[in-house]
T-cell receptor, first 109, second 117 residues
Framework: QKEVEQNSGPLSVPEGAIASLNCTYSDRGSQSFFWYRQYSGKSPELIMFIYSNGDKEDGRFTAQLNKASQYVSLLIRDSQPSDSATYLCAVGSGNQFYFGTGTSLTVIP | GAVVSQHPSWVICKSGTSVKIECRSLDFQATTMFWYRQFPKKSLMLMATSNEGSKATYEQGVEKDKFLINHASLTLSTLTVTSAHPEDSSFYIC?????????????FGPGTRLTVT
């Protein structure tokens, strides 16, 4: 069973702080890594993807991948109340996708 | 990103009837489509994976005769919930992956909220 694990939270950060979301995966052969944001009652929205070791930045978001440690993280700088949502980590291996159960983030004004 | 639509966005039906949900990729060809369901405050549950022109692969515990999936073209997949019962009430979400800019990423439709009375 290929697993993707996330801390379910809830994670609370004050507005303007950095939110750090973490994800580990079990399949060393995984090739693609994604972060989705899901607001309550809505479907997931892709916000970042990363394929290579290291950091990838897009605006306030930075994805970090460490394949040796089987670890992928998402940093949200200058967190805003509108960032409050559940963040899903997904790992791709071949034609398969495996989702974590999500981390609930609350940004406190 | 790539755009995926779903129709209807919500539906209420009576127990015993069948409901069809459509999933379309609007600006790319989706070689693979996925169907999920999600209960309130729960995680996504993959129901099945379908590749264009072939039979869907269902996850363990998902009844293929109850949840009929058709992926007849590169832009359309349908999920039919047959003989729906109240326990089938859920949020059904499709996603698609294909060539070009959607080669590796999976893009989700907005979801369909099904209520069976």
């Amino acid at each position: 069973q290929k697993e993707v694990e996330q801390n379910s939270g809830p994670l609370s950060v004050p507005e303007g702080a950095i939110a750090s979301l973490n994800c580990t995966y079990s399949d060393r052969g995984s090739q693609s890594f994604f972060w989705y944001r899901q607001y309550s009652g809505k479907s997931p929205e892709l916000i970042m993807f990363i394929y290579s070791n290291g950091d990838k930045e897009d605006g306030r978001f930075t994805a970090q991948l460490n394949k040796a440690s089987q670890y992928v993280s998402l940093l949200i700088r200058d967190s805003q109340p509108s960032d409050s949502a559940t963040y899903l980590c997904a790992v791709g291996s071949g034609n398969q996708f495996y989702f974590g159960t999500g981390t609930s983030l609350t940004v406190i004004p | 990103g790539a755009v995926v639509s779903q129709h209807p966005s919500w539906v209420i039906c009576k127990s015993g009837t069948s409901v069809k949900i459509e999933c379309r990729s609007l600006d790319f060809q989706a070689t693979t489509m996925f169907w999920y369901r999600q209960f309130p405050k729960k995680s996504l549950m993959l129901m099945a994976t379908s590749n264009e022109g072939s039979k869907a692969t269902y996850e363990q515990g998902v009844e293929k005769d109850k949840f009929l999936i058709n992926h007849a073209s590169l832009t359309l997949s349908t999920l039919t919930v047959t003989s729906a019962h109240p326990e089938d009430s859920s949020f059904y979400i499709c996603s698609a992956r294909g060539g070009g800019r959607a080669l590796y990423e999976q893009y989700f439709g907005p979801g369909t909220r099904l209520t069976v009375t």
